[in-house]
Structures are given as C-alpha cells and as structure tokens.
C-alpha cells in the first residue's frame, strides 16, 4: 500500500552545494533525507514524498525520464542546468543561486500536485469500508473524501453543507469511523423534527420532576455521545435560545440538565449539518453569528447529484446491491434508462434515486427497466415503445371476453348502449368501436388531452392509444 511522507528526498551524494541546498530546505521548515541515486529505488517502493529533488549534472535526461515514468503519482524538482523533459510530474527546475521566493513557489508546486493525484492516499480497513457509501468517481466526491481525510483525525467542529438528500449523514459517519472516536458512539439528532420545548431536555437532559411527566431522571444526547461524536442534523431548524445554550456547550464544554443545578463536563466531537443557506439566516436574525463561526471550523459542502451525474451509474448499482441484500428483489437497467436517468434534474437527489430504485424493483422484480418503464417524469430520451403485434381479430376477441370477464363492469350509458340484445342484433365491432371510442374521448378531456396521462388511466400503453386514436381518426382537439 502507498504511503505519503512529508519528507523531501535529495538525491545525491554529500559536497558543499548539496549542503546549502539541505540548510535552506530546513531553515524553511522542511524535513529532508539525502540519499544515494542506488538507494533511491528502495525508498520510493511503497513511499510518496512531498518532492524528490535530482540533480541533473549527475543524472542522465533519459534516466531522470525513466524515473518520472516510473513513478507517476510523484512530484520532482530538478537541480541544476534545466533540461528539455516534458513530463507532467517534474514540476520545475530550482535555479542557483537559491533564493527564497523561487523555493517557496517550487514547494508550493509540489503540495498541489500531491493534492490533485491522490489516489494512492492510505486507507485503512474502516475508510474502505466506509467509503463504499460515499459512492462516485466525480471531482466533487473526491474532494469530499479528501476533506474526509483531512479533518478526521483533529477534534475540529465540521459543519457539512448541501441540499437535502445529498447524503450529509453519510459523510457524517464516515468522519466518525475513521477517528480517534470510532470505539465511541455515533449520535445523530435533527433538530428540526424536535419540538423546540422538548430539544433542549433531548440534548442535555432533564432531572426526576423537572417538568410535567419527567417521572425519572434522563440522560441527553451530549451525555450519551460521550467519547464519541455528536451529529446535529438541520442545525438551521435549531430555535434561537437553544443556539445560546449550544454555544457555551461549544466554548465552556460544560451543560446542566434541564431542572438540574450540577455542571457535567462534555468530552464530545459535534458534527453539524444544513440545507439551509446560515449566512443569510444571521442577517435576517434568525441564526446566532457567533454560533455559526464556531460551527464552521471545517466546512464540506456535499455537490448536488445534478452537479455529478457521471456518478449515478455507480450510485445505481450500490442501490440495487443494498435492496438486494435486505432480501426485496433485485432490477436492472437498460443502457438508455441509464442516460436518461442522467438527463433529470432530480431535486430530491441521492434520496430520490434511491426510492426510484425501490419503486421499481417492487414493479419489475428481476426484471430489465427500460425508458418506457421508467415514470413519466424520469423519461427524458424518446424511444420507440415495442408493442407486440396483435391482429384485429385477436383485439376484437379480447375486447369481447373482457366485457364477459370478472373485473368491475365498465360505465356504459344506456341512452346509447342497450342493456339486453334487440330482436334485430347489434354491429358487435361498430359498438365495440364506438365505446373504445367514448372511453378515449372522455380519458382525453378528464387528462387535459395529455396523451401519456389518459393512456394510464385506461389501463394501457402510451403507444397502444396513440394507434388506436390514429385507427378512429381522433385527435388531441
């Protein structure tokens, strides 16, 4: 498994210019390992440092660029006369005599490349377990796992923004599990579905006869997520002198229960998260500004599904796996059902794709979804439906049976259809005909004359109607 080191790598063998350049990389704070050229192969096996520095005068171009083939995911400076090397990771060439600024800017290079290519960045068994959920190869999920990465490890506040659905949560547990916190509790609490009396007893608790029905003491959320971390959903729903009450939760690490006089200290990590946009609620006055500054220590903003649509191929597979393996049936998608599933804009996001996924594995269990399958509002592709060709005979025999059947007799005035067959007989096909036709008219107008819309109330296909109102001369007007 790779592993990033901070260190810088010198290659080369000690003299009096390898010395200055190794004073000025540690007067600027860096740690920096000289090596031999025969020594090098052994150091980057499993290691990705911050830089490798080659002097060139010592290496071959041809060796300098087998080197940097070699090794793709790190970032080189070359020492020395500047050589004619077109490679994406050898960012540059220090220039003597060394100067500060041109250093600084070489270093900073370096960082953004490590930054940018960061596939091999260690994961332990928790991250790649727990990184399935958090699920895409998009830019915006990337940088989410790199946040991730980054934050997890500190005890600083996050506060994860985005629009509802978008999978806050998710990220939430992910920070949690690959913490310092993880042998503690994960306690989720959305504030906005707590009645605004009833929060402040959910988050610290209450002592025995504090109020109307506290019949025994009660631990709060912050009591039970002790050692662990505290995740506080929709925290933009939270009512005005509870973000007081939070606040010095947050600076003192201290709260008292609701009716209780003793201070219990706090050991917990808060994660909060919102749909809300925080900054425009404090100048309406309807968020704490000191609060929210404590809270967003360290923001990550979760990207919209229509913002990574490249992703919901993926997502759909992770979907169909979890409703699989919770034993309800498994569907399948077409290829176009998959474009066209790209095409939507879905406002509910991730969560959206998810019930879709779920309605229609109880629709067509094992069975292969197609555009036509999908619900109206998901098909953004025109496809020819495949209808099975049926003939006219055929039609008029199933039209004839269903009349016989038992399913609930259809409606038929009897000022135009007799109750009983007259002594003269009926022109079974003219009435067969002249009902289809009164059915489709009156679906049509109860519809608007939207045609896929009345076809679903008859019980039939869009393509199946639009046939037969070709067949009787019929249009929308």
Known sequence: MMQTDQRILLVGNPSERINRLLCVFEFLGEQVELVGFDKLELHTAKTRFRSIVLPTETQ??????????????????????????????ILGCVEEPLNYPQLTEMLHFCQVFGQVKRP?????????????SLVGRSQGVANVRHLINQ????????????QSGTGKEVVARNIHYISDRSSGPF?????????????????????????????SARKGRFELAEKGTLFLDEIGDMPLQMQVKLLRVLQEKVFERVGGTKSISTDVRVVAA??????????????????????????????????RKEDIPLLLQELISRVYNEGRGRVRFTQRAIESLKEHAWSGNVRELSNLVERLTILYPGGLVDVNDLPLKYRHIDVPEYCVEISEEQQERDAFASLFSDEEPIDIPETRFPSELPP????????????????????LDKQDNVVARAAEML??????????MRKYGLGKD
């Not at 605004?196 to 608790?205: Q, V």
């Not at 019980?459 to 037969?468: P, Q």
Request: charged share 25%; aromatic share 6%; net charge negative.
């Open 151 to 162: 934050v997890a490890s500190s005890e600083a506040t996050v506060l994860i923004l985005g």
């Open 459 to 468: 019980g039939i296909r869009r393509t199946t109607l639009v046939e037969k």
């Open 274 to 307: 919102t749909h809300r946009d925080l900054e425009s609620m404090i100048e309406a006055g309807d968020f704490r500004e000191d609060l929210y500054y404590r809270l967003n220590v360290f923001p990550i903003e979760m990207p919209a599904l229509c913002e």
């Open 120 to 132: 091999e960045v260690p994961t332990s068994a928790n991250q790649t377990k727990l990184f399935r």
């Open 187 to 215: 306690i989720p609490v959305n504030c906005g579905a707590i009645p605004a009396e009833l929060l402040e007893s959910e988050l610290f608790g209450h002592e025995k006869g504090s109020f109307t029905g506290a019949i």
């Open 60 to 89: 071959s171009k041809e060796l300098i660029q087998s080197l940097a083939s070699a090794l793709p995911w790190q970032p080189f400076l070359l020492l020395g006369e500047q050589l004619d090397i077109k490679m994406s990771n």
């Open 424 to 443: 003269e007989g009926v022109n079974l096909k003219d009435l067969l005909a002249e009902l289809e036709i009164d059915m489709i008219r009156q679906a």
